[in-house]
């Protein structure tokens, strides 16, 4: 049986724990105000918030409820736009919506009030930018965004006050949510712990399966692994990170390690997907997939990965993530086997790492060709060690074996990366897709390439030598 | 005025389609389409899927009672495919089933058999083998043949500009229910409820008196929903009616995607002759319009890109012609704008390429040839209250267009591979249904015995905030308070005989017919209240009777009542028919404009000249909005469709491949604008004009106009690239996707 709160009301259901949340929040619960607008996790017009208890503190994430199947949703509490409506009438972040008419047809608000009442649950410092960010994943067609973005800009304002000791006690004081939610900490400890795991079929997040399959999978036997406790977090050693399989890529974007170890990490992180995604995909849904483009993928492979995976009996074995391709969609892996844990080594003083990502919109989109690069220096601008990924440009996220190879150990120069890209080229095989043409992939290789140089080493290597 | 659905938008209260909650023993239903773009259709086997558990039944083009056609102008498009496959996506019938995923599963165990036919996606292809939706149109001013020679530059070339897919958030849908007697009440998202009326009609062979059309309000429409939201509802009403079960149909996202028709893209070629002076002497071009399978609205839109192709300049010489081509993609449809943006790309190009060929500014051209009162537009109306100047000296002064240009010339002087561009986009659009028999409209008002006033009219609220206005002109008419008066949904029982709420028109002609139903029920009042309150010169404020400024001791609630009790009649039906307007198709002459709409835009983008993205840093506007009725509305507007018109000139990207299949069919793979890649900035001022008469309350159209200020995005762009590449060629490609960009970057270098 799978239970939850709803809004304000504890749900206890015997329905298919692979029925989305959307369907069950709509025609089960008949809360209308929560909308379809694509079911695959692209529109954010089924916006819902998921609250659970993190580090002894009540933590709400926004999630696309069309990707979500129940049972991921098990213990926690999930709000719907019904439940942000307080006693009062509206609360202070459907007020800025109305104030600054940051609605006209309606249909895509609910999700983008949700994703900003989650933001002011979550906030801690407030300001606008992240309040805009906090609707990444909310597509509107009407406004334009300048009036939400006015209306974020209201709401970051009024939660500069916020009371980060109390929050729940000083948000329903302030009307931004109804009262009753300070009592869903207390109520979140009646469930019982985490559903039994079972199944065939293991199903993280639900980001990739639930787009295309989710007729079927509302039946199928599945195995979920969503925020399994023995599968989540990310821990460090002194040499080595170690990312825990059904981790989401919110928990890489938010890791302070991770931060301060990569300079750019929260900007490459930002490019992937957008925030209800990312707070629900998972870092080992995003490899088995084995999209050619994957980001998160591609990232491991710049990085050098390596994967641990666990079959039935528990027994392991330890692969370099690179390995781990074979064809398209084709893993080395057997079917019982899950990912456990991912691992790479952490960068010392002479490491650079850097992620280049184009697509034809910058954010919530899928790569035209992304690429990640990490190069160990050594004096005299040797390159040490070198390893660097492509995706869109083949079949499966691409290790460019003979380029690093063909680097290692040479003087890093502008004719150096010249030549290399002519390698590199020799080793993609881009085809003409919705992403764009071979020949413009092929140019975008080269040009993502040399950025990666320009942006890290930019006192020797000058964008004018290189296009 | 803040929208007044604007409290129930933010809380979910909002009663969208498929947010009525189910009838007891509602069915569902999903179409089955083509899986090919052109073929015979030899055999379809719905055994399996209905030997399903749960499915009830599988209707096809046998199953029809009366005609098999929802062809609006032209009756030349089946609702089901019969013996022919014409699209990819073209519905060959539906399944009906007691749930959406039983639909789903049960689709895919339809075996269709069909033998394959040459497919056409390209306009020209389709012109060169006459394969035509409608004769060919063209309008003509003066003489081009003989101006050419006057010309001192001429100059030509070829422009391809790419469709737009509508992407309202909410999809297709339709909810159906008999009534008794074999009438039926559908509820439907629909931009046009009189034409699923009518055409429900005559699919199921009833009279209209028996279909109840009913729409609340669109999750957005911007033309996807005023031909194409009819077919869904014939759909569900066939159901109903034999099945004499509730029927519901709401469309999955990549279902709507592939079998709805989009905006057109048109391929064009140009001439155009200056003098050396930079006054357009000459303009010659030929559009070829991708129609689609069928005519839908084609012919219309084609017309109106014949109308528009000269946008805000005055051209003395004109000749434009325009073809309607047929092809195998779905039918394409009306979009915000309505073929008036691909008209006007054309000559903003050709302009382009006079600019880039002579080492003029384009600004300068432009300026040089904004229109006067006084021009003659080549369909034959006289230029009056012409705004064009105004707006673009508004804007070249408001906003300092010269230090713009300054900047960022000094900015691509000093930076390598970042280069900033600057277009200046001037438009001229006109308010009328070009079709001039569809310019009118009703409403009805009744006053209720306790005060309330509850008003009907045509129009479709879909977003664009026509009830809010429409509640103001009642509230301002009648005085009572905004509380007073509730916008009632738009019903076929109601008000008949509408046309869809479109071309911009929606508030202009509802709003009359409001104003007039308010008058003379105002009128009826004053007299009760002369004759038994003793006040002269009646005037409500806030339900309180005032007797020219003196406050009396009545209510609007006691006037009511007295008015009742008097048997007074306290509801008014009023019919609004715009005058002036006429149009001879024939000659291509006429006045078919109610008046036009103005203004400027300066757009600056700033272009990653290394990997070949974009960025919009400002868009600045100076528009021309009469006397706005209500600026939060209208500024909503203009900012959401200077948005979408960036979005169709750079992210948005169509691609069919050359089978006809849709390969950008899902959100993942056609981007629209997101909060990240809208401009940093946007500033809109407005014209300060005095309004025009035809124009509701002189508060002009809004819809559509600002949406071809997105136009100037495509121009700005191609500047940044030029100061990256300079002297090279660039094809006109509509949109500069950054594919694209990147590509034009690195072209012979």
Redesign the interface.
């Known amino acids: 049986m799978i239970e939850f709160i709803l809004n304000n009301e504890t749900v206890r259901t015997d329905l298919s724990p692979g029925m989305t949340l959307l369907d069950y929040v709509r025609y089960e619960a008949n809360l209308r105000g929560t909308k379809i607008g694509c079911r695959e996790g692209d529109c954010g017009a089924c916006t819902v918030l998921l609250g659970s208890i993190r580090d002894q503190k009540l933590k709400y994430i926004s999630a696309t409820s069309c990707l979500t199947p129940l049972a991921n949703v098990h213990g926690m509490h999930v709000v719907t736009i019904e439940g942000l409506n307080t006693e009062g009438g509206l609360n202070k972040v459907q007020k800025a919506f109305v104030d600054c008419s940051g609605t006209q047809c309606g249909f895509c608000t609910p999700g983008f009030v949700t994703s900003l009442c989650g933001y002011a649950l979550n906030c801690e410092n407030a300001n606008a930018m992240d309040a805009v960010g906090s609707m990444d994943g909310n597509i509107c067609r009407c406004t334009g965004y300048k009036s939400i973005e006015r209306a974020a800009a209201v709401v970051a304002d009024q939660l500069q006050e916020k009371d980060h000791n109390l929050p729940l006690k000083w948000l329903a004081g302030e009307e931004f949510i109804p009262a009753w939610f300070e009592d869903i900490p207390e109520r979140l400890g009646q469930f019982s712990a985490e559903l039994p795991v079972s199944g065939e079929k293991a199903i993280g997040g639900g980001t990739d399966l639930f787009v295309h399959h989710q007729d079927v999978l509302q039946e199928a036997p599945l195995k979920f692994l969503f925020g399994k406790k023995d599968l989540t977090g990310i821990e460090f050693s002194d040499t080595e990170c170690i990312i825990h399989a059904s981790s989401t890529a919110a928990d890489l974007i938010d890791n302070a390690r991770l931060q301060s170890v990569f300079p750019g990490w929260h900007s490459y992180m930002k490019l992937v997907s957008s925030t209800p995604i990312r707070n629900i995909g998972t870092v080992a849904g995003n490899l088995v997939n084995a999209s050619p483009i994957g980001d998160l993928t591609i990232l491991l492979l710049g990085l050098n990965a390596r994967i641990v995976l666990l079959d039935n009996e528990d027994l392991t074995r330890t692969l370099p993530l690179k390995e781990f391709y074979l064809d398209y969609k084709k893993l080395d892996k057997m079917e019982s086997e899950i990912i456990s844990r991912i691992i790479f080594d952490l960068p010392d003083m002479d490491s650079h790492f850097h992620f280049e990502k184009v697509c034809k919109r910058k954010y919530l989109d899928i790569a035209s060709v992304n690429t990640a690069i990490q190069i160990r220096m050594s004096e005299g601008r040797i390159i040490k060690e070198i390893h660097c990924s492509m995706g869109g440009v083949g079949p499966i996220p691409l290790y460019l074996k003979n380029t690093v190879s063909f680097m290692t150990g040479k003087v890093l120069s502008s004719e150096l990366i010249r030549e290399s890209v002519d390698i590199l080229q020799s080793e993609i095989k881009p085809i003409s897709d919705a992403r764009g043409s071979a020949d413009y992939k092929r140019l975008l290789a080269s040009q993502l390439f040399f950025s990666h140089f320009i942006e890290l080493f930019p006192e020797e290597i000058k964008g004018e030598e290189l296009l | 005025m ?2 007044i ?12 389609l ?2 009525i ?1 189910e009838w007891k023993g509602t069915l569902f239903a999903l179409p089955f389409d083509a899986p090919v773009a052109h073929a015979r259709l030899d055999h379809v086997d719905v055994s399996k899927a209905l030997s399903m558990s749960g499915v009830v039944v599988v209707l096809t083009a046998k199953d029809i009672p009366g005609k098999n056609q929802i062809g609006g102008i032209i009756a030349d498009e089946p609702l089901f495919a019969e013996e022919d496959i014409h699209f990819w996506g073209q519905p060959i019938g539906i399944i009906v089933a007691t749930s959406e ?1 039983i639909c ?2 049960a689709r895919e165990q339809i075996e269709i058999k069909f033998s394959e036919l040459p497919v056409i996606t390209d306009p020209r292809e389709a012109h060169a083998q006459n394969k035509l939706i409608c004769p060919p149109r063209n309008f003509q001013l003066g003489d081009v043949t003989s101006a050419w020679g006057q010309c001192q530059h001429v100059f030509e070339g070829k422009v391809e500009i790419n469709g737009q897919e ?6 297709q849908g339709a909810y159906a229910r008999m009534k008794e007697d074999g009438s039926i009440l559908i509820a439907s998202s629909t931009q046009g409820p009189t034409a699923v009326q009518r055409t429900i009609a005559k699919v199921l062979d009833i009279p209209m008196h028996k279909v109840e059309v009913d729409t609340v ?6 033309g996807g929903k005023e031909d194409q939201a009819t077919g869904w509802a014939v759909m569900v009403a066939l159901a109903a009616q034999k099945l004499r079960k509730p029927v519901k149909m ?1 469309l ?2 990549m279902d709507d995607m592939r079998m709805t028709g989009k905006r057109h893209p048109y391929s064009a070629d140009f001439k155009i002759g200056l003098s050396s002076d930079m006054k357009i002497l000459a303009y010659e071009a030929t559009f070829f319009q991708n129609a689609g399978a069928a005519a839908d609205l084609s012919p219309a839109v084609l017309e109106r890109t014949l109308f528009h192709a000269t946008n805000a300049y005055f051209v003395p010489n004109v000749h434009v012609t325009a073809y309607s081509c047929k092809t195998n993609l779905p039918p394409n449809t009306a979009f915000r704008g309505f073929g008036g943006p691909q008209g006007k790309f054309v000559i903003e190009a050709a302009i382009s390429k006079a600019s880039e060929s002579l080492g003029v500014p384009a600004a300068d051209i432009q300026k040089q040839n904004l229109l006067n009162d006084g021009d003659e537009f080549s369909y034959g109306q006289i230029v009056d209250q012409c705004e064009a100047q105004n707006a673009w000296n508004s804007c070249e002064e408001g906003f300092d267009l010269k230090s713009i240009q300054e900047r960022v010339r000094l900015f691509n002087e000093q930076n ?2 970042i280069k900033k561009g600057v277009a200046v986009q001037p438009i001229c659009f006109g308010i009328s249904f070009t079709n001039t028999m569809m310019n009118h409209a009703r409403a009805l008002v009744h006053i209720y015995q306790d005060g309330s006033v509850v008003v009907s009219t045509g129009a479709v609220e ?4 026509v009830n809010t206005k429409l509640l103001q002109i009642a509230v301002r008419k009648l005085g009572v308070q905004p509380g007073s008066v509730r916008i009632e949904s738009t019903n076929t029982l109601r008000i008949a005989n509408t046309s869809p709420t479109a071309a911009s028109a929606g508030a202009d002609l509802n709003g009359k017919a409001l104003e007039m139903a308010c008058k003379s029920l105002w009128e009826r009042l004053e007299q009760v209240a002369a004759e038994h309150l003793n006040i002269s010169n009646l005037r409500v404020q806030n339900d309180i009777l005032y007797d020219n400024q003196q406050k009396t001791d009545h209510t609007w609630h006691d006037l009511v009542q007295k008015a009742f009790q008097l048997r007074v009649n306290l509801s008014e039906h009023a019919h609004y028919a715009t005058p002036l307007i006429h149009f001879d198709k024939e000659k291509g002459k006429g006045h078919p404009f109610a008046y036009h709409v103005y203004g400027a835009a300066i757009l600056e983008v700033t272009v990653d ?5 974009y ?1 919009f840093d400002k868009v600045q506007i100076v528009h021309d909005l009469g006397v706005s009725m209500n600026v ?2 209208d ?2 507007q203009i ?6 018109g960036i979005g169709w000139m750079t ?1 948005e ?1 169509i ?1 069919y491949n050359k089978e006809g299949r849709l ?2 069919n ?4 056609y ?8 401009p940093s900035e ?1 500033n809109i001022k407005h014209l300060e004009t005095e309004g025009h008469e035809l124009a509701i309350q002189k508060s002009k159209a809004v819809g559509e106009p600002p949406l071809m200020y997105g136009l100037g995005a495509y121009f700005a762009i191609r500047n940044a690239v030029s100061a990256f590449n300079p002297g090279k060629e660039f094809a006109f490609d509509a949109p500069y ?3 694209k960009v ?2 034009d970057l ?1 072209k012979g ?1």
Do not use: W
């Open positions: 803040i929208n659905d604007a409290h129930n938008h933010v809380s979910g209260k909002s009663i969208y498929d947010d909650i995923r789903r599963l509508h992407l309202y958030i909410e999809t309000r669109l999750g957005g429409g911007f709401v999955h996202r390598s591979h879909m977003g664009q905030g000249c290394l990997r070949g993205t960025h939060h509305i500024n909503g900012e959401g469709a200077v948005v979408q992210l990207e691609i390969m950008t899902a959100l993942s793979t981007k629209i604008p997101d909060i990240y890649s809208v946007i996707t950054p594919e990147l590509m690195y270098r």
